[in-house]
């Protein structure tokens, strides 16, 4: 049975239940953390309907007035709220679909923004600026392990943790760091549902 299969028929209560622990942890001493959600309009035929239906907290990567069909397709910073249809929708519906990557920090939307536009071009090796979509699960959790001590810093900055997808859906990954160090761990939602 292919992940796919065998994630088409977990129960999305059952998910949900799996993955809000590591995406919504209960507060520690300091301040709480929020969970943003970068997810890819390229992947979501109907993310813009959603965001304006449901109104989350989103802004767009990108910067200015966007055409359309950009629009539409652009990468859209999203702070998810535990127990929200918008929340639930994007669990259900995206997860194992690699609609987009999580990650968890105390600042504003607005800071994680800065951020996370820092990384949406890259230069190749003869210097021609190209599209990273380094918020694709599928590109994160190849390059994140690749990335030198500077690089996992300079990606992380504010981020707290990363939480996306593996190849099998039934597998979270959470990406930690320490002084540049990255630190991996695999969590097997599949046993958490039991």
Same mark, same amino acid.
């Given at each position: 049975?292919?992940?796919?299969? /065998?994630?088409? +028929?977990?129960?999305?209560?059952?998910?949900?239940?799996?993955?809000?622990?590591?995406?919504?942890?209960?507060?520690?001493?300091?301040?709480?953390?929020?969970?943003?959600?970068?997810?890819?309009?390229? /992947?979501?035929?109907?993310?813009?309907?959603?965001?304006?239906?449901?109104?989350?907290?989103?802004?767009?990567?990108? +910067?200015?007035?966007?055409?359309?069909?950009?629009?539409?397709?652009?990468?859209?910073?999203?702070?998810?709220?535990?127990? /929200?249809?918008?929340?639930?929708?994007?669990?259900?519906?995206?997860?194992?679909?690699?609609?987009?990557?999580?990650?968890?920090?105390?600042?504003s939307l607005r800071a994680?923004?800065?951020?996370?536009? +820092?990384?949406?071009?890259?230069?190749?090796?003869?210097?021609?600026?190209?599209?990273?979509?380094y918020y694709d699960p599928?590109?994160?959790?190849?390059?994140?392990?690749?990335?030198? /001590?500077?690089?996992?810093?300079?990606?992380?900055?504010?981020?707290? +943790?990363?939480?996306?997808?593996?190849?099998?859906?039934?597998?979270?990954?959470?990406?930690?760091?320490?002084?540049?160090?990255?630190?991996?761990?695999?969590?097997?939602?599949?046993?958490?549902?039991?």
């Amino acid at each position: 049975m292919s992940p796919n299969a /065998a994630m088409a +028929r977990m129960v999305p209560e059952a998910l949900k239940e799996a993955l809000y622990p590591h995406l919504f942890p209960d507060p520690d001493d300091g301040d709480p953390l929020h969970t943003f959600a970068i997810l890819d309009g390229a /992947a979501i035929p109907d993310l813009l309907e959603r965001l304006y239906g449901e109104r989350p907290e989103f802004i767009c990567l990108y +910067r200015g007035e966007l055409q359309p069909d950009i629009a539409e397709v652009a990468p859209y910073l999203v702070r998810l709220e535990p127990e /929200a249809p918008f929340t639930d929708w994007v669990l259900e519906r995206g997860w194992g679909n690699h609609w987009g990557i999580f990650a968890l920090a105390r600042e504003s939307l607005r800071a994680m923004r800065t951020h996370f536009r +820092r990384f949406l071009m890259v230069k190749d090796e003869e210097g021609a600026r190209l599209h990273f979509r380094y918020y694709d699960p599928r590109v994160l959790r190849v390059y994140l392990p690749t990335c030198d /001590a500077e690089e996992t810093t300079a990606l992380f900055g504010p981020v707290q +943790r990363y939480c996306l997808e593996a190849a099998d859906p039934n597998v979270l990954l959470q990406y930690r760091h320490t002084d540049g160090q990255l630190m991996p761990r695999r969590v097997p939602l599949t046993a958490a549902m039991q």
